[in-house]
Nanobody, 126 residues
Framework: QVQLVESGGGLVQAGDSLRLSCAPS????????IAWFRQAPGKEREFVAV????????YYADSVKGRFTISRDYTKNTVNLQMNSLKPEDTAVYFC???????????????????WGQGTQVTVSP
């Protein structure tokens, strides 16, 4: 099983930007899709954004659309999440996940993914 490692989290103020990265440990991504989820304290883990490898198609949760961008960096073998105009409600632990199995991006669910990272904390102060 491929291990995924997230990085880039931190403490920022509302309106700031952060860039998260996800890298597979010891191998290249060979996934059907790579996604970012997040989990705030006391809440369910929720979908944020997904990237499909075969055609670079992306899909976003409504709450982040227009502010966040998911992308693949083939030279660095990472999948990144650029987060702009951050809000306090974006505070959460952010997880990346990948899968070799196909599914419709508009219906992305936690259960679609078999590999998960340990998460990176993002805290946005008012």
């Amino acid at each position: 099983q491929v291990q995924l490692v997230e990085s880039g989290g931190g403490l920022v103020q509302a309106g700031d930007s952060l860039r998260l990265s996800c890298a597979p440990s010891g191998r290249t991504f060979s996934s059907y899709a790579i996604a970012w989820f997040r989990q705030a304290p006391g809440k369910e883990r929720e979908f944020v954004a997904v990237f499909r490898g075969r055609d670079a198609e992306t899909y976003y949760a409504d709450s982040v659309k227009g502010r966040f961008t998911i992308s693949r960096d083939y030279t660095k073998n990472t999948v990144n999440l650029q987060m702009n105009s951050l809000k306090p409600e974006d505070t959460a632990v952010y997880f990346c996940a990948d899968t070799k199995h196909s599914f419709p991006l508009s219906g992305t669910r936690k259960s679609d993914f078999e590999n998960w990272g340990q998460g990176t904390q993002v805290t946005v102060s008012p």
